[in-house]
């Protein structure tokens, strides 16, 4: 019987409150069943979700951490279709949750349904320090991509499953320069051919144009709701957003409220109508959907902060078809946002987690190999 063979990977501590969110360990190298692929990871990105899974106690110590990488296919499963050993990818998946799954490791197993394949990248290594944004030509700008992608995705076409009749009708998007901001300005753009309205800090605002935003708006305006409701002229259809907060939710509702036609509403939290104070002179013109929670993009049924999420067959199929046959026709379009890399290894894992946990990091995304 053949040894099992052990890789390195970062997980959560076991005192994580106070020698450091992760450490690093030695764990078995996974296989992949028979619907999976395994990768050998490259480069990886850190998300917010990484820091809030330790933070919250939704994982335990020795759970891996690592939400987004990416690398080369390094073994395929019996009944995968669409890749094949070589393949040059990047990947989503539920970390800090469990001990099987994560991607700040050597070795990850891999959904295909949240795997983005590419033509080639570049494998020059990033220095480390600023890069900044354009299309997604190394392993490290595969690398931040990946999650915002599903997120989107999951949003637009599963969620808030939006109509080709909308085409020309806006979507507001709230955090236009957060990573997943950036990602979803372009799929409301490219993948839909919607006209996109999004809020963020002026220093992001020519970059945010740049990639598709029609109307972008300073959050921090006391009037930006206005502002809003008056550029779009009634025409907002769908609303994304992604900062998903009390304060965002309510400042939201009140730019679209006066929509001329309904309006479909999603975010990525599970905020509903009784979050909002809402204006009983003019009629109810919007329905808020299930949240997106990108974790049930591969069809998993997603325990977390004391709910079960599962997303619907009809959501899932919805998802699915944009992700096979609309996404590989947009991906070498799409750029990834700016990108700050940290020096390579594990090692760099609580220096990243740290800098999202303090937000201080705006409108960049921190990668590293």
């Not at 990105?45 to 330790?54: F, G, K, L, S, V």
């Not at 539920?94 to 990850?108: A, L, M, N, S």
């Not at 983005?116 to 392993?139: C, F, M, W």
């Not at 979050?275 to 929670?293: E, G, H, V």
């Amino acid at each position: 019987m053949q040894e099992q063979q052990h890789q390195q990977a970062a997980v959560i501590a076991k005192d994580p409150f106070t020698s450091g969110l992760t450490e690093i360990a030695m764990i078995p190298i996974a296989e992949p069943n028979e619907h999976q692929i395994r990768i050998k990871t490259v480069a990886f990105a850190a998300n917010p979700t990484d820091w809030i899974h330790i933070a919250y106690q939704q994982g335990v110590a020795g759970d891996l951490i690592g939400s987004d990488c990416s690398g080369v296919v390094e073994k395929v499963g019996s009944k995968v279709t669409g890749f094949k050993v070589g393949d040059i990818v990047s990947t989503f998946c539920h970390g800090g949750y469990c001990k099987e799954r994560g991607t700040f490791t050597e070795y990850v197993i891999a959904d295909p349904s949240v795997t983005l394949r590419y033509a080639s990248v570049n494998d020059k290594v990033l220095p480390v320090g600023e890069t900044q944004h354009g299309h997604i030509q190394t392993y490290e700008g595969a690398a931040s991509v990946t999650l915002a992608l599903v997120t989107s995705v999951l949003s637009m076409a599963g969620n808030l499953n939006a109509q080709p009749e909308d085409k020309g009708k806006y979507i507001l998007i709230w955090g236009g320069a957060t990573a997943t901001g950036v990602i979803a300005i372009q799929v409301a753009k490219l993948g839909f051919g919607l006209r996109v309205v999004t809020v963020a800090s002026p220093k992001h605002s020519e970059f945010l144009r740049s990639i598709g935003a029609d109307l972008v708006f300073d959050y921090r305006d006391p009037n930006v709701n206005e502002k809003i409701s008056q550029a779009t002229n009634g025409e907002i259809r769908y609303v994304f957003d992604i900062i998903a907060e009390k304060t965002t939710f309510q400042a939201a509702y009140s730019a679209y409220k006066t929509a001329t036609g309904p309006v479909k509403v999603n975010s990525l939290s599970m905020l509903d109508e009784q979050a909002l104070t809402i204006d009983t002179s003019i009629p109810k013109n919007f329905q808020i959907t299930i949240p997106t929670f990108a974790y049930s993009a591969n069809g998993d049924t997603v325990r977390l902060f004391g709910g079960v999420f599962k997303a619907d067959d009809e959501t899932l199929a919805r998802y699915n078809k944009f992700w096979n046959e609309v996404v590989p026709e947009i991906l070498p379009q799409i750029q990834n946002t700016n990108l700050k890399v940290l020096k390579p290894g594990f090692q760099s894992v609580n220096e990243a987690l740290g800098s999202l946990q303090s937000k201080s990091v705006s409108g960049e995304k921190i990668v590293f190999r």
